[in-house]
């Protein structure tokens, strides 16, 4: 501890970290059952290794890492995503009248292979910083800076090129940043 602050306890980290842990493990999952999955292993692997952490305000970025870690070895099994080598910009610009569904927006999100999923959640839902994704990610911050741009011209290509057959979002599904998707 460099600080000289108490760490917090297992029971603290879930009271204090368990819902942005989940979200973030939904998100890169899609799924309920695999996103509480990951939680739990998340907790009992920091539970297990409760000694690695030393500073109490590095408690987030720490479990966030675990998460990912536990979800790239899940991915090694079962390998999904796709590769943004091929994708081209859009070149035009379109505005959506209505907002985004969250289950379209999600689906478009599992379409991406976890290197640009990652720093697209942890950017726009999350609100993590670019310094944050970079550390978290072992990338520069330059690297997280294309994920993103890569990610979104992505997830605008996906959301703007297909129907939507679904209700739009309902406003409780309100996002805490702006996705920017059209500028």
């Known amino acids: 501890m460099a600080d000289g602050k108490r760490l917090p306890t297992t029971n603290e980290l879930i009271e ?4 942005l842990l989940y979200r973030y493990a939904y998100r890169l999952t ?18 297990q290794r409760s000694h690695q952490l030393r500073d109490a305000a590095a408690a987030r970025g720490w479990l966030i890492s675990i998460v990912r870690n536990v979800f790239l070895k899940s991915l090694r099994h079962r390998h999904r995503g796709r590769s943004l080598e091929e994708i081209e910009e859009p070149q035009v610009e379109v505005a959506l009248d209505a907002p985004i569904h969250v289950e379209r927006l999600q689906r478009a999100l599992l379409d991406l292979a976890e290197e640009f999923r990652s720093p697209l ?9 670019y310094q ?11 690297t997280v800076m294309s994920r993103l741009s890569r990610g979104k011209a992505y ?6 090129d297909e129907p939507d057959r679904l209700p739009a979002a309902r406003p409780d599904d309100a996002r ?8």
Do not use: C, W
């Not at 204090?16 to 819902?19: G, I, T």
């Not at 899609?30 to 539970?47: C, P």
């Not at 959640?121 to 910083?129: A, G």
């Not at 997830?155 to 703007?160: G, I, M, P, S, W």
């Open 155 to 160: 997830l605008k290509k996906q959301l703007t």
């Open 121 to 129: 959640v942890l950017y726009y839902f999350e609100e993590f910083s």
């Open 132 to 142: 944050e994704i970079a550390n978290h990610m072992g990338v520069p911050i330059g």
């Open 16 to 19: 204090q970290h368990s819902a």
């Open 176 to 183: 805490p940043r702006e996705m920017a998707l059209y500028h």
């Open 30 to 47: 899609g799924d309920a059952n695999d996103a509480e999955d990951l939680v739990q292993q998340t907790f009992l692997l920091a539970h």
